[in-house]
């Protein structure tokens, strides 16, 4: 069953683990860098984790933005745990969450050849407000996709 929660100082390992498995070819966040933003007294950077059979499985990194928008920054699951919910499950909390604190919208940036995530965003109508040309290089465009909660 998956669980999902804030994650703690302690996950910065398996954080770091995950999105060097979900994005190995891109500049991933290192682990220094988890272990600072979960260390952040201010908590500029949040991080929601899902746990699956008690392994962190997947991640989603958020911030926010503007008062009242939250910024996706990143959202990665491990290969051997796709197509198990767990990237709807931590949009979902994410969603949750910031409607009950009165954000207005949420949104987040995605390469143009991402499909899969193409597919979960359109699930939750995520709609398309921007297109950013060559923005992860070598001709890969990045869309900026809006949910107005």
Known sequence: MVK???????????????????HPQEVAATLEDFREYLSDPQKRQTILVAENDGIVAG???YTIQEKYRVYIWDIAVRQN???????????????TKAAAQGMRSVFLKVS?????????????NFVLKDQLKDYYGHSRDAFVLELIL
């Open 59 to 61: 991640f989603l990194g």
């Open 81 to 95: 745990q796709r197509s198990r919910g767990i990237a709807t499950n931590l949009l979902t909390a994410l969603i």
């Open 4 to 22: 999902i929660r804030s994650a703690l100082p302690v996950d910065a390992q398996e954080i770091s683990k995950v999105e060097s498995e979900a």
């Open 112 to 124: 143009d050849e991402n499909i899969p995530a193409h597919r979960l965003y359109g699930r939750f």
